[in-house]
T-cell receptor, first 112, second 110 residues
C-alpha cells in the first residue's frame, strides 16, 4: 500500500543526546515536511524539502537538522541544542508544493 | 505572516446533530485544506478547497476567498467524527508552506 511510514512510534531521549526520526514515503511525492505538535496546539513547520538535495527552514528550525538524499526519505534529527524536544512529530508529503498534504502516523518524543 | 483563526475552540455534540466550524484568515490564499486528527494523532485530509464548495458524504466545506473565511459542515454527526479539525492555508508569498490554525476540538457523545 502507498503511504508515509514514520518510525519509531515512541522515542525517548537522554540529556545531551541526538536522536533521529525516520520518515519514508512510497507515493513518489516530490515535497516532504516535518511538523511539531505540542499538546492542545496546532502544527508548526520545522523543515521542508521540495526536491532531493534541497531543503528549507520552517518556523521553528533551531535545534533540528534534516537531510534529503533520496526522494523517498526525509529523516529529522533532534539535536541536543533543542532544549524542549518533548512533542508529537509529524511527517507529511505532497505531490508538488501546493497540493494536498498526506501525513504519517507520527512519532512521540519524550525526554528521560 | 498570515494569521489563521478557528472557531469555536471546543464543540460538544450529541450524535445526530449538525455543526459548523469556521476558519478565518488574514490574507489572500491560494491553497486551503481541512484536516481531521483522530484521537490517536493521525491526520487525514478532508478537503482541498481554496475557493467554492465541496461535499464528501456527511461533510461539506465552503471557502469564500474574497471574504477570507472557510466553513466546514458536519451533518448527522457520529462518534467517529470526534477529534480535532484543522484548517491550513498557503499564500503566494509562502509557497510550499501551510500555516495551520489552532484547531477545533470536537467531541460527539452517544
Amino acid at each position: 500500500d502507498g503511504g508515509i511510514t514514520q518510525s519509531p512510534k515512541y522515542l525517548f531521549r537522554k540529556e545531551g543526546q541526538n536522536v533521529t526520526l525516520s520518515c519514508e514515503q512510497n507515493l513518489n511525492h516530490d515535497a516532504m515536511y516535518w511538523y511539531r505538535q505540542d499538546p492542545g496546539q496546532g502544527l508548526r513547520l520545522i523543515y521542508y524539502s521540495q526536491i532531493v538535495n534541497d531543503f528549507q527552514k520552517g518556523d521553528i528550525a533551531e535545534g533540528y537538522s534534516v537531510s534529503r538524499e533520496k526522494k523517498e526519505s526525509f529523516p529529522l534529527t533532534v539535536t541536543s541544542a533543542q532544549k524542549n524536544p518533548t512533542a508529537f512529530y509529524l511527517c507529511a508529503s505532497t505531490r508538488t508544493s501546493g497540493h494536498i498534504q498526506y501525513f504519517g502516523a507520527g512519532t512521540r518524543l519524550s525526554v528521560l | 505572516g498570515i494569521q489563521v483563526e478557528q472557531s469555536p475552540p471546543d464543540l460538544i455534540l450529541q450524535e445526530g446533530a449538525n455543526s459548523t466550524l469556521r476558519c478565518n484568515f488574514s490574507d489572500s490564499v491560494n491553497n486551503l485544506q481541512w484536516f481531521h486528527q483522530n484521537p490517536w494523532g493521525q491526520l487525514i485530509n478532508l478537503f482541498y478547497i481554496p475557493s467554492g464548495t465541496k461535499q464528501n458524504g456527511r461533510l461539506s466545506a465552503t471557502t469564500v476567498a474574497t471574504e477570507r473565511y472557510s466553513l466546514l459542515y458536519i451533518s448527522s454527526s457520529q462518534t467517529t467524527d470526534s477529534g480535532v479539525y484543522f484548517c491550513a492555508v498557503m499564500t503566494t508569498d509562502s509557497w510550499g508552506k501551510l500555516q495551520f490554525g489552532a484547531g477545533t476540538q470536537v467531541v460527539v457523545t452517544p
